[in-house]
């Protein structure tokens, strides 16, 4: 049931935490930027709230690479993201449940979100055969046969226990033609209607995707059937799979207007700073991507004035940290230090500057809600914008 003040409530039992009932899960709309979309919120779960705009780090087999559990609350993050499919392979769902739930499994106290294993669909095409009833996998680790339908995908989601569930969809490239869109997209919203009815725990809500690649009247129809079956929050899928940056912003210009405000709205696997500067000026409340873990790993590491590459040699003699306002580990040490690290092939490298890109994500949330707060979010993004040479 949806309250006048937006509050997603239904009847359900008392959670472990001792959060009311009625608190397990409500979307919170504090401010809307003066100057643009933005907005600042509060999602609250049965494992705490989130303060939005939020970026949720990737912890796909039950971990954020190179980055102890400890360490990855350190840097902000509120809530972290992990995967279906590969949690399903290793170590299977009924071993995470049988050492007490995902929540356990990871060591992390605050809310999770699972991905539905739909990104693996476009992701291990190769290994993929795709039929109405759901998606046969050949194992990438051993090629045993793995098969995927919504229904099943739910109920691994269930087992797992995390938070928020992502409804099993059809992920396809682009460029792609318009008819395999098209196709794509009305078979996820038949199989997001298939979650719906599967999902049973209370505790646990349930986002769709909205699909449609580049059509905007497709996306707009996609979304607009979604809505229909009353979600609990919205996600924009199919983005950062080949098109550029200024058709993933048309095709935001399109969709956001279309999702309820009173909802939260997730754009799945976009994290280049200046993507997640753009969406959240588009009303863009969760993020999750790769990025600051992936890169961090290969010696590239995010600031203000844009991504330093440690392995090159202007790095061997710089005395300067990353950032000097950053307070994570990695700058306590000099640029040098670190450049050392990555060149004697030392695993500190990838896990300090992993940790800092992190933080440097976090940092970027914290000080966007803050300009929406005091309306100021324009001048925010354009100061991001020039500092990583955007304008």
Not at 172 to 195: G, I, K, M, Q
Request: hydrophobic share 40%.
């Amino acid at each position: 049931m949806v309250t006048e003040t937006g509050q997603l409530k239904e009847d359900v039992p008392e959670p472990e935490s001792k959060t009311p009932p009625a608190d397990w899960f409500r979307f919170d709309l504090h401010h809307v930027d003066a100057g643009s979309d933005a907005r600042q919120a509060t999602l609250h779960t049965p494992h705490g709230a989130v303060e939005t705009p939020a970026f949720m780090p990737v912890g796909t087999l039950g971990t954020v690479k190179g980055v102890d559990i400890a360490r990855v609350r350190e840097t902000g993050a509120q809530m972290v993201l992990a995967n279906t499919y590969h949690l399903a392979l290793r170590p299977g769902e009924e071993t995470v449940a049988a050492l007490g739930g995902l929540h356990k499994f990871m060591g992390w106290s605050g809310p999770i979100l699972t991905d539905s294993g739909g990104f693996q669909v476009f992701s291990l095409a190769d290994r993929a055969k795709i039929t109405e009833q759901g998606v046969a996998f050949r194992s990438h680790i051993d090629g045993a046969a793995i098969e995927l339908t919504p229904e099943r995908s739910v109920a691994i989601q269930e087992t797992l226990g995390s938070d928020i569930a992502m409804v099993f969809d059809h992920v396809v490239e682009l460029p792609n033609s318009a008819e395999a869109v098209a196709e794509a997209t009305w078979r996820s919203v038949r199989w997001a209607e298939r979650c719906r009815k599967r999902a049973s725990r209370e505790d646990q809500a349930l986002f769709a995707i909205v699909q449609g690649g580049l059509d905007l009247n497709l996306r707009r129809e996609c979304a607009q059937a979604l809505v229909q079956m009353d979600f609990r929050g919205y996600a924009i899928g199919g983005l950062s799979v080949g098109e550029s940056a200024e058709e993933m912003y048309r095709t935001l210009d399109s969709t956001v207007p279309e999702l309820p405000s009173n909802r939260p709205r997730y754009l799945m696997g976009v994290g280049r700073p200046e993507d997640l500067i753009e969406a959240m000026g588009r009303g863009i409340d969760m993020f999750d991507c790769v990025m600051p873990t992936r890169n961090g790993r290969n010696a590239l590491a995010f600031t203000d004035e844009g991504p330093l590459r440690l392995r090159n040699a202007a790095h061997e003699l710089e005395k300067r940290p990353l950032d000097e306002r950053c307070p994570c580990p990695a700058c306590q040490h000099s640029r040098g230090y670190l450049r050392h690290l990555f060149q004697a092939k030392e695993m500190l490298g990838p896990i300090l500057t992993s940790i800092h890109n992190l933080t440097y994500y976090q940092r970027l949330m914290a000080e966007g809600r803050e300009a929406i707060v005091a309306d100021s979010y324009t001048a925010y993004r354009e100061e991001k914008l020039r500092g990583w040479g955007q304008h």
